[in-house]
C-alpha cells in the first residue's frame, strides 16, 4: 500500500535527481562532444515516480578550429532552465507536502496523547 509518506518521499528523490542531471548538463555544456541526459519521469509498478535517464545522440554544434571541424556539446540552455525549474518546484511541493503530513499526523497523535 502507497501513502502519502512514501509517495512524496519518492518524489523527492526522482526530483532530486531530475535536478542533478539537469545540472550535470550545465556543467558539461562547454565540453566538446559532450552528448546531454535527458530525463524523463515515469510511474513504477507501484505507481511511484521514478527517473529514467537516456543519452541524446542528438548532435552538437559543428566549429572549425585550425582547419579541424570539432563537435560541441549538445546542451541547449533553453531547454535545461525550464526542466530545471520543474524540478525545483516539484522538490519543493513535496516538501510542503511533507511539512502538511507531518502537521496533520502531529494533530491526530495530541487527540490520542
Known amino acids: 500500500m502507497m501513502t502519502g509518506i512514501s509517495a512524496s518521499i519518492s518524489a523527492l528523490y526522482t526530483f532530486g535527481a531530475k535536478l542533478s542531471n ?14 546531454k541526459t535527458v530525463s524523463t519521469i515515469t510511474e513504477d509498478d507501484q505507481k511511484l515516480p521514478r527517473v529514467n535517464l537516456m543519452k541524446s545522440n ?32 516539484g522538490y519543493e511541493a ?18 490520542f496523547v
Do not use: H, W
Request: no cysteine.
Open 58 to 89: 542528438a548532435p552538437g554544434a559543428l566549429i572549425q578550429d585550425e582547419g579541424l571541424f570539432i563537435e560541441t556539446s549538445n546542451v541547449d540552455f533553453a531547454e535545461e532552465f525550464p526542466q530545471m525549474m520543474i524540478a525545483q518546484r
Open 22 to 35: 539537469v545540472a550535470n548538463n550545465v556543467a558539461n555544456s562547454n565540453t566538446n562532444g559532450y552528448k
Open 94 to 111: 513535496n516538501i510542503q507536502a511533507l511539512k502538511t503530513q507531518n502537521e496533520v499526523l502531529k494533530s491526530v497523535f495530541e487527540i
